[in-house]
Structures are given as C-alpha cells and as structure tokens.
C-alpha cells in the first residue's frame, strides 16, 4: 500500500491574465488536501478499481471514457512508467478540497494520484514530470490552463509564474495572513476563460492594457512579500480586483463577500480564480480574522479557511 497527499492552492495575484503570459503569484494551502491510497487487491490482472467517495465514483478503470480526468491521470502513470499490465489495484481518492472552487481540487487529486502509484511500482517521478503530467490532465479540466495550479501543488511553494518560462519559487519574508471565503458557488474555469478570450479576441488592445496592469501588480506584490511590506498586499488585492471586475469575471455572490471583507476590517479583498463563483481572498490581521471570518459567513460564505503564508510551513 503506498499514500500520497497534494495540497490546495490559491492565487494571490494575477489570475485570467497568467493565461496570456503575465506573470501570476500562487500559494499552496495547506489545510485542505488531496489524499490517495493505492492498494493490491484479489481479482484479474489489469484491473483498477477507483474509489472516489466526495463525488460518488465507484467504478473500473476500463468502464470510464479515456477523457475521464480521474482515468486519464491513472493511465498517464502507467504509460510514463512502461507498465502495461499491471496487477489489480484500488486507488482510493478523498480530498477535503472543496471542487470547482479555485483551489486546485483537480490538480491536486491528479499530483496525488501520479505520486502514490508510481511510488506503488517503485518508480517514483520527479516533480517536473508530476507537474508535467497533471498539466495534460488540467487540460480536461479547464480547457486552456495556465499551469500555475499544476506547478505549485506540485513543489508545494509559493510560485511567481509565468506561462511557458521556468518556474521563479519566492521568499517570504515575513507572514502575512489570509481569510479565504467561499461563495459555495461552482466556478467554471473553462466557461469564464473561454469568456475571457472572446471578449480579449473583440478588444485586443483594452484587455492587453488590463492585462499588463494585472501584471505590475504582481510584480509590486512579489517585491512587497519578499522585503517583508506585507501591508502593501491589501491595496494591491483591491486594485486587481478592480481590474477583474473589467474583465467580467466577478459575481454579486463574490462582491458581497468581498465588500464584507473590507467593511469588517481586511486592509484587502479581491476574488481568486476563475471567478464567477468560487473563493474570494481577503488580507487580514490575525487580531481582526475571526471576525472577519464571521462578517463572511454571515454574508453567505459556505465556509472560510484562514491560513497563515510564512514560507516555514508552505
């Protein structure tokens, strides 16, 4: 029997926008995860049978379409590993990862997935091949990723990332803590992206200056965490949220919980994500986060996640 566990994350600054080549700030998270277990079974050679409690998935491996996310991650090992016929296995999956949420659930169960079988066969792979391989699988999930949900659960550390160019992990100087609130709303990724780029492909020029706005504010913000001027953060989440608002990827559900945030005393709050649903992300102080937290839930969060990013323990 071999476990493996993937963290959540979380995109501090410079989501849509990544998806173009801007640069994009993520963080793991630590309190929630992916979880599986691979274990030899009875039965005939060949055979896998999944188990996926969270979303009711009892099922062989061979009885789901190839395009399957959960499949196609479970093949892809076997493929990169060589092996063809291997012996009959459970691959049992939780996460406390809440799904379509901007979180990274996907990402994380595939990290945990490609980790805990190929440890299985002996076999472990490095983690440019983990997040190589998650990546192909993100593409059944969000159509056109950027790859940042991929590449930070992978090496589970704070990512400064740039589409297509070699991965910059940053410091952090000094911890800062974040209130995560989520609307209970799914976030459909592929949905909002798509949107995204037809209203990118009909005003090229408006949405590339939005863009390369997103992108000094991520780079403002990687120089704010690394010198320890983590109380630069909260104005800099509201700018960018400003300009998510411009690109049409908020929601009423994301602004109550958002504008609650700031009322109750986050020195910060923006929508993380694809948006349209999803997490929102506020900049607290640890004094005020409970309260905050309340302020959250009592606006609608379906539940919230405080978490403090030192660079120790991500």
Not at 228 to 240: D, F, I, K, P, R
Not at 257 to 278: H, I
């Amino acid at each position: 029997m071999t476990t493996s566990s993937a963290p959540g994350k979380i995109i501090l600054f410079g989501e849509h926008a990544v998806v173009y080549g801007f640069p994009a700030l993520a963080v793991p998270i630590t309190q929630v995860q992916a979880i599986v277990t691979v274990t030899e079974r009875d039965g005939t050679p060949g055979e896998i049978f999944i188990e996926a409690p969270d979303i009711s998935l009892f099922s062989n491996l061979e009885s789901l379409p190839s395009d399957h996310p959960l499949a196609a991650v479970i093949q892809s090992v076997l493929s990169a590993l060589g092996i063809s016929s291997p012996p009959p296995l459970t691959v049992h999956v939780t996460s406390t990862i809440p799904v379509a949420s901007g979180l990274g659930s996907g990402a994380a169960v595939s990290i945990a997935i490609l980790r805990a079988l190929s440890a299985f066969f002996g076999q472990p792979l490095p983690d440019e091949r983990v997040s190589a391989l998650a990546y192909e699988v993100e593409k059944l999930h969000h159509g056109t990723p950027s790859g940042i949900d991929n590449t930070v659960i992978t090496y589970a550390k704070p990512v400064y990332f740039i589409k297509n160019q070699p991965i910059e992990i940053f410091q952090v100087a000094k911890p800062f803590t974040l209130l995560i609130g989520d609307t209970g709303i799914a976030s459909p990724t592929r949905a909002v992206v798509g949107d995204v780029r037809k209203l990118w492909e009909a005003e090229p020029v408006r949405f590339e200056t939005i863009f390369d706005s997103v992108a000094g504010i991520a780079r403002k913000a990687r120089k704010a965490i690394e010198s320890g001027e983590t109380h630069l953060l909260g104005a800099l989440m509201n700018e960018n949220h400003a300009l998510l608002q411009e690109m049409t990827v908020s929601s009423p559900e994301l602004e109550r919980l958002v504008e609650a945030a700031r009322a109750a005393g986050a020195d910060g709050a923006k929508l993380s994500g694809g948006g349209r649903g999803g997490n929102m992300i506020a900049l607290v102080r640890p004094a005020n986060a409970k309260k905050i937290s309340a302020a959250l839930l009592k606006s609608g969060a379906r539940q919230t996640i405080i978490t403090t990013i030192t660079g120790l323990n991500v």
